[in-house]
């Protein structure tokens, strides 16, 4: 879809789809709806009398203009109340319109900015989230489909309209971020929705290869394992698909950041071998991969001034007659010795090695990703990521990155109760318990072991990563979670 920003009149613009907006609970429109409905001769003020048009968030009434308009149809869309309208709530709007342009097939949709007059929004943000909403909200992963599928509809061209020439000018700059994010988002969700045996290690480490502005080296296992990072040689030397261990790196100085993405590109569990039921759904333990990659892409485009380095170990974990077992020690690239309790806890193997190879580049903060507890989802379901970690200033940053880029995360605590559970007796630590008991905190304190003294902070994706159900402006299967709150926050 093609977006563009047009310097006209709402009521000037000729489209198969024109779509403006009213909050809830107001009596008569107002702004460039108030300009639409004096044209249409009160239309939108008598749906809105009826109660036919009520404002709730992601509402959508269509009306057709009749030849009072240029454009064909308007659509009227909700945002709200007032008082809790904010950036998310832009983007739902705008991924509800794009939504019912589909429905209607309308292949051009001209739409003014959402939230930035009333709503209290800053022009370019405003802008930035209408474009977000809308391209992430067009999203459909097409596959490998060889067969025609004539029931999809793609929306041609969005035109963003504002008579103000100053305005527009702020307009097409939040516009340009929103293409780049919304961009990077749906390319990480293509990664984690594409097939285990289309996105490989090796691919991966070439798809990385053409990010522009980031330079990127592949590390292969053999050389992996002479380096020293004996936990990630344990868990990738079960399967006969190539691991690679990659490392990006944006800017001109030593990186000061890391983003550390959790590759695993197909877990079977290993020895500990995962159940049957949806195993298929395992491909998407590389999406923490996918998130730091896309955001590498993104902040090069937008030209971050941060140096930042994204670490990426990616590897199968298999069953294979090599494969590690529960109740061996391995070492690890920290010099730290692991007790393996369950092969299936090979996330934050991997991770552990790469946290400790971004100690030693000396970067002063880390910032992991993974699809890493499954007791994650059971606490906090899909709506939300976890997080925790050793610095609650860069916590908070996260979190509030994650506000306004429309992820939601939730801090876990770190007590040093908790580190009872992993306690080995014939190593450092156990890569996991067989308790059930604060999963994602342990998960956390294995990776925090790792990190020591650098400022670090975990993100679990496992419960956010995949929705089964489509939700406001997200389609059913890959989210690209992470994507916007780690470029917001590197941006910041």
């Not at 994650?376 to 996260?398: P, R, T, V």
């Not at 604060?438 to 670090?456: D, S, Y």
Request: include cysteine; charged fraction near 25%.
């Amino acid at each position: 879809m093609r977006v563009k920003v047009k310097c006209a009149s709402v009521i000037n613009v000729k489209c198969d789809l024109l779509v403006v907006n009213i909050f809830e609970e107001m009596e008569v429109p107002g702004g460039a709806a108030a300009a639409v409905d004096k044209k249409m001769k009160g239309a939108i003020t008598d749906l809105v009398k009826s109660g036919e048009i009520t404002g709730k968030i992601g509402e959508v009434n269509l009306i057709h203009t009749q030849g009072k308009l240029p454009a064909t149809q308007v659509l009227v869309v909700g945002l709200g109340k007032a008082c809790d309208f904010e950036l998310d709530k832009a983007r739902i709007a705008a991924g509800a319109a794009i939504a019912e342009a589909k429905k209607i097939k309308a292949k051009q949709v001209a739409s003014i900015v959402h939230g930035a007059g009333s709503g209290g929004l800053k022009l370019p943000d405003a802008a930035q989230a209408l474009v977000e909403g809308s391209l992430i909200g067009a999203y459909k992963y097409k596959g490998f489909v060889t067969i025609k599928d004539d029931s999809f509809f793609e929306v041609g061209e969005l035109i963003i309209v504002e008579i103000s020439k100053t305005k527009v000018k702020l307009i097409a700059k939040g516009v340009a971020v929103g293409e780049i994010i919304a961009g990077a988002v749906n390319n990480a969700r293509d990664l984690v929705n594409a097939p285990a045996n289309r996105v490989t290690p090796t691919f991966l480490a070439a798809y990385a290869k053409k990010v522009v502005g980031v330079s990127v080296k592949a590390i292969g296992l053999r050389e992996a394992r002479k380096l020293g990072m004996e936990a990630y040689y344990s868990v990738s030397k079960g399967s006969d698909e190539p691991a690679k261990f990659i490392v990006m790196k944006y800017g001109s100085g030593k990186p000061d950041i890391a983003l550390v993405g959790k590759g695993i590109t197909f877990d079977a569990g290993g020895i500990s071998l995962k159940s049957s039921r949806k195993l298929w759904e395992m491909k998407i333990d590389m999406a923490g991969a996918a998130a730091v990659l896309e955001t590498m892409r993104a902040i090069s485009k937008l030209k971050s001034r941060k140096n930042v380095v994204g670490i990426l170990p990616c590897a199968e974990n298999m069953p294979d007659g090599e494969a590690q077992k529960p109740g061996d020690v391995v070492g690890s690239l920290s010099g730290k010795t692991i007790e393996i309790i369950s092969t299936d806890a090979e996330g934050r193997m991997v991770l552990a090695d790469a946290i400790t190879y971004a100690k030693n580049l000396g970067v002063k903060k880390i910032i992991d990703v993974a699809t890493l507890t499954g007791s994650c989802i059971s606490a906090l379901g899909d709506a939300c990521s976890g997080i925790m970690g050793n610095d609650q200033e860069l916590i908070d940053l996260l979190i509030d990155s994650g506000k306004r880029s429309g992820e939601k995360i939730w801090q876990f605590p770190l007590f040093e109760e908790y580190k009872e559970y992993s306690k080995s007796q014939i190593a450092d630590i156990k890569n996991c318990t067989e308790q059930g008991k604060a999963g994602p905190p342990i998960g956390g304190l294995f990776l925090q072991l790792f990190a020591e003294e650098t400022p670090w902070a975990h993100i679990d994706i496992a419960g956010t990563v995949y929705l089964d159900k489509g939700r406001a402006y997200l389609s059913p299967g890959a989210t690209g979670v992470m994507v916007r709150t780690l470029t917001s926050y590197l941006m910041g």
